[in-house]
T-cell receptor
Framework: GDSVTQMEGPVTLSEEAFLTINCTYT??????LFWYVQYPGEGLQLLLK?????DKGSNKGFEATYRKETTSFHLEKGSVQVSDSAVYFC???????????FGSGTRLLVRP | EAGVTQFPSHSVIEKGQTVTLRCDPI?????LYWYRRVMGKEIKFLLH????????ESGMPNNRFLAERTGGTYSTLKVQPAELEDSGVYFC?????????????FGEGSRLTVL
């Protein structure tokens, strides 16, 4: 069945470091891909999305490119801040279905 | 505008007891979803309401779980009797449109611990 695999955390970085959180997927057809983020004490929020191959989603300095050839959607940020500390979830849907398929989440801790 | 609210935020119960989780969606959102995250693993879909009707409950693990949405407003998820493997975080989400456009709004989650 369809699935999403994320790198295990926690990921610990110093402020202003470069961030990559790997995400790969297994799915038939043409899924839409998402990154959600959960900050401490808050609900999950949509961070960015991409709906077709080679699309790049971006928001708040984060970027991810939909790579169909490698079935990947890695999250990147050039310079992280302490406020980026959160749990990041990669997810997919197919055919605009409401059923999100999530990865296991990656906790990011950014130290001053 | 108020977001999706869930309570309790954390519930600790003994195996065999009953727990009821509540979700208040964003006002005007007809679509309401329940998801859960067990043991720090992936978040999995449980079910979907459109107003008061269950559109899809294919993710419900077994008949110990009962979800309701009377009047199409708030929803409850009851676990009876609770088992150890039910421990996890239960997320509620709501949306305005049936076709998913990436705009699911999630609550903070209700953490359930079964001892």
């Amino acid at each position: 069945g369809d699935s999403v695999t994320q790198m295990e955390g926690p990921v610990t970085l110093s402020e202003e470091a470069f961030l990559t959180i790997n995400c790969t997927y297994t799915a038939t057809g043409y899924p839409s891909l998402f990154w959600y983020v959960q900050y401490p004490g808050e609900g999950l929020q949509l961070l960015l999305k991409a709906t077709k191959a080679d699309d790049k989603g971006s928001n708040k300095g984060f970027e991810a490119t939909y790579r169909k050839e490698t079935t990947s959607f890695h999250l990147e940020k050039g310079s992280v801040q302490v406020s980026d500390s959160a749990v990041y979830f990669c997810a997919l849907t197919k055919d605009s279905s409401y059923k999100l398929i999530f990865g296991s989440g990656t906790r990011l801790l950014v130290r001053p | 505008e108020a977001g999706v609210t869930q309570f309790p935020s954390h519930s600790v119960i003994e195996k065999g007891q009953t727990v009821t989780l509540r979700c208040d969606p964003i006002s005007g959102h007809d679509n309401l979803y329940w998801y859960r995250r067990v043991m720090g693993k992936e978040i999995k879909f449980l079910l979907h309401f459109v107003k008061e009707s269950k559109q899809d409950e294919s993710g419900m693990p077994n008949n110990r779980f009962l979800a309701e949405r009377t009047g199409g407003t708030y929803s409850t998820l009851k676990v009876q009797p609770a088992e150890l493997e039910d421990s996890g975080v239960y997320f509620c989400a709501s949306s305005q449109d049936l076709r998913y456009t990436g705009e699911l709004f999630f609550g903070e989650g209700s953490r359930l611990t079964v001892l």
